[in-house]
């Protein structure tokens, strides 16, 4: 499948490259949140109805994509294969990045000597995400992912909800079989037809772009990040460390390179970095890992549950923000209670996954089980939670991307003539096998 804007020909002009583009966009929306600060802040609609755009085709992808992924396995089994495979590669990364960020606080201590009494701080200004934090559990995550009917799931706008519908939709064209082939060739011609679209949506990007960072800019500023600059910097570090050592072995344990994988996808990574919103690049990440090789149905089923349960930059944000808060605090935590810590983060990310700012929510419900560490504290970060919510996406992003081309290659559903080649840079066309092949050459042109 196709993302039209995502691969250009090397014959064309600078910028005309849409990275590029988002990267001007991104510049020059610092400067207009840094120099008009209220201007700049007046342009969050622009970054609202991008994603807003995104949001709307993300259930469609989704559900076109799975559809017709499962129904083209050659063997139903193979569906709870990749689901277990995917599964278990997510609960041994999430844990890791909590255990990273974990020993990072304890060894840079980025919150030791602010000595700040809990008492003081502004307990109201984190009441709404402590609100938010006490009405998510996980029962009742696991409940929501069961939509009130079949069509609804398709509106409602929870990616676990489409997913759900998705699977088992898919199943029953496999089990139909020969009766159901005219369905199944309905359902990728319109997935064609639906990238095509998000195709013409990337091309907003720069627009998106480009007002939700001067929103940013312009309504925190740049300045507060100056108190806090620890903490940012040790997030930012600890996050780059995390995907070009931890994520980088795993790459080269699978015969890849991380720094290619961030080179290929950097028109996404610029779009989710202007936007912070991994969701804005759902559906070309998608595109982008079919065209690098991954069987469609790996796809279909790793990205959009990664994007639930895979993620590393959220988990190594808590249990860095929440050490940071004990320790601004004076508040000593003993290695069981951090253990405890850890093991209630692990829980309280699946609860809260799916949910709009779901890293500062998923953080509320850490504290609020754990009650030693006081939740009013996260009232010492909210000012510069949204600088960090950039590099949990951008994290969370390139983890997904790994775990879709690890899980292809222990399923053997993976390409690695069509990897290379798209890691080097080179054109690739859409993988015929996924369209009718009278319209391929239509989807290239």
Known sequence: MIIEGTTITARAPLWRHLYVQVLAAILLGVAVGHFWPTFGATLKPLGDAFISLVKMVIAPVIFLSVASGIAGMRELSSVGRVAAKAFGYFLVFSTLALIVGLVVANVVQPGAGMNVDPATLDQGAVADYAHKAHDTTVTGFLMSIIPTTMVSALTDGSILQTLFVAILFGISLSLVGRPAAPVLDLIERLALVIFRLVGILMRAAPIGAFGAIAFTVGKYGVGSLVNLGALVATFYLTSIFFVLVVLGTVARAHGFSIIRL??????ELLLVLGTSSSEAALPSLMGKMERAGCDKGVVGLVVPTGYSFNL????????????????????????????????????????????????????????????????????????????????????????????????????????????DAALAGQALPPPEAMIAPEIVGAATD
């Open 312 to 419: 590393d930059g959220t988990n190594i944000y808590m249990t860095l923000a929440a050490l940071f808060i004990a320790q601004a605090t004076n508040v000593h935590l003993s290695l069981g209670q951090q253990l405890t810590l850890l093991v209630v983060a692990m829980l309280s990310s699946k609860g809260a996954a799916g949910v709009t700012g779901a890293g500062f929510i998923t953080l509320a419900a850490t504290l609020s089980i754990v009650p030693t560490v006081p939740v009013a504290g996260m009232a010492l970060i909210l000012g510069v939670d949204r600088f960090m919510s950039e590099c949990r996406s951008l994290t969370n992003f390139v983890g997904n991307a790994v775990a879709t081309v690890v899980v292809a290659r222990w399923e053997g559903a993976l390409d690695r003539d069509r990897l």
């Open 262 to 267: 961030i080179v290929y996808l950097r028109t």
